[in-house]
Nanobody, 123 residues
Framework: QVQLVESGGGLVQAGGSLRLSCAAS????????MGWYRQGPGKQRESVAT???????NYADSVKGRFTISRDNAKNTVYLQMNSLKPEDTDVYYC?????????????????WGQGTQVTVSS
């Protein structure tokens, strides 16, 4: 079993900052890419930022220069530092990780999702 547990969401005024964390635990051999996604009511889930195991990053155009994704491989944790927040950043944020796990002598690679954390930015 693998779990992703997120923390750090909340309510902040426009221009403020929040830091999201997502820790993976359980039957983990290694973690490939990790990322943050967001979804609002009636909208499709969209990629916000991703980071490979080597540390290569990719950002949505809407957050470039404001958000920074990072990871601590020793702690199986990914972070999202969000600065200069705007009301349009209001959404539920989900972390994602591609995790390699051993089971019965076979290696499985599977995508896992966190439970989501609400970020609300007031104007």
């Amino acid at each position: 079993q693998v779990q992703l547990v997120e923390s750090g969401g909340g309510l902040v005024q426009a221009g403020g900052s929040l830091r999201l964390s997502c820790a993976a635990s359980g039957n983990i051999f290694s973690i490939n890419a990790m990322g943050w996604y967001r979804q609002g009511p009636g909208k499709q889930r969209e990629s916000v930022a991703t980071i490979t195991s080597a540390g290569d990053t990719n950002y949505a155009d809407s957050v470039k220069g404001r958000f920074t994704i990072s990871r601590d491989n020793a702690k199986n944790t990914v972070y999202l530092q969000m600065n200069s927040l705007k009301p349009e950043d209001t959404d539920v944020y989900y972390c994602n990780a591609e995790i390699v796990s051993p089971h019965g002598g076979i290696w499985y690679t599977r995508d896992y999702w966190g439970q989501g954390t609400q970020v609300t930015v007031s104007s």
